[in-house]
């Protein structure tokens, strides 16, 4: 009897594993890993990417100035945020000035928004496209940007930390999206196959 109530147990476990596993809404997947770090970082931008630009075009533009709390950004600057954020970090990367100065935490038409986030994550993409392995582990200087000191680093650090704030505030945005009553576009493309 009690080996029969482990059994059970065990199984449960491990369908809730499995399902959890399935459920994963990165887009990306496990099998997306690979030894190579700079296809690696190309395949976690074109998710997280894909999931800003979908999740800004979904938001109603009505919704541009929600805020959660009175101390927290409008989705309009959360969104401005990461298009600063993306025009700063891909141009560190290739090592030039970044060729956009606006500060788009101050708009807040949602057209506007939506064309400056995915002109700053085009311009990613020529960054993370043009990085290999070898130019990944490229010394380069970060300069003083917004919360930033100069530093030493290398190339693919940069792209990295670019692809990790994106899905930092991508988790923002889901809530956003959430409190709204709006299914956010990873969860949405979860079950669909991957291309």
Same mark, same amino acid.
């Given at each position: 009897?009690?080996?029969?109530?482990?059994?059970?147990?065990?199984?449960?476990?491990?369908?809730?594993?499995?399902?959890?596993?399935?459920?994963?809404?990165?887009? /990306?997947?496990?099998? @997306?890993?690979?030894? *190579? =770090?700079?296809?690696?970082?190309?395949?976690?931008? #074109? $998710?997280?990417?894909?999931?800003?630009?979908?999740?800004?075009?979904?938001?109603?533009?009505?919704?541009?100035?929600?805020?959660?709390?009175?101390?927290?950004?409008?989705?309009?600057?959360?969104?401005?945020?990461?298009?600063?954020?993306?025009?700063?970090?891909?141009?560190?990367?290739?090592?030039?000035?970044?060729?956009?100065?606006?500060?788009?935490?101050?708009?807040?038409?949602?057209? /506007?928004?939506?064309? @400056?986030?995915?002109? *700053? =994550?085009?311009?990613?993409?020529?960054?993370?496209? #043009? $990085?290999?392995?070898?130019?990944?582990?490229?010394?380069?200087?970060?300069?003083?940007?917004?919360?930033?000191?100069?530093?030493?680093?290398?190339?693919?650090?940069?792209?990295?930390?670019?692809?990790?704030?994106?899905?930092?505030?991508?988790?923002?945005?889901?809530?956003?999206?959430?409190?709204?009553?709006?299914?956010?576009?990873?969860?949405?493309?979860?079950?669909?196959?991957?291309?």
């Amino acid at each position: 009897m009690r080996t029969k109530r482990i059994l059970r147990h065990l199984v449960a476990v491990m369908i809730g594993v499995s399902s959890t596993v399935s459920a994963q809404t990165t887009g /990306a997947g496990y099998d @997306a890993q690979t030894p *190579s =770090l700079s296809a690696v970082a190309k395949t976690r931008h #074109a $998710t997280i990417r894909r999931n800003l630009a979908d999740a800004a075009q979904a938001m109603p533009s009505d919704e541009y100035s929600f805020r959660p709390t009175p101390d927290v950004r409008t989705f309009a600057q959360l969104v401005g945020h990461v298009i600063n954020a993306n025009w700063f970090f891909c141009s560190q990367a290739k090592q030039e000035k970044p060729p956009v100065a606006t500060n788009h935490e101050q708009l807040t038409d949602k057209a /506007a928004l939506v064309k @400056a986030l995915n002109d *700053s =994550l085009a311009y990613c993409d020529q960054v993370y496209s #043009a $990085t290999t392995d070898a130019t990944f582990t490229q010394p380069v200087q970060v300069q003083s940007g917004p919360g930033t000191s100069p530093a030493n680093t290398v190339r693919g650090a940069i792209l990295m930390f670019n692809t990790t704030h994106n899905n930092e505030h991508y988790g923002n945005i889901v809530v956003y999206m959430r409190l709204k009553g709006h299914v956010p576009p990873s969860t949405a493309s979860a079950g669909q196959p991957r291309k």
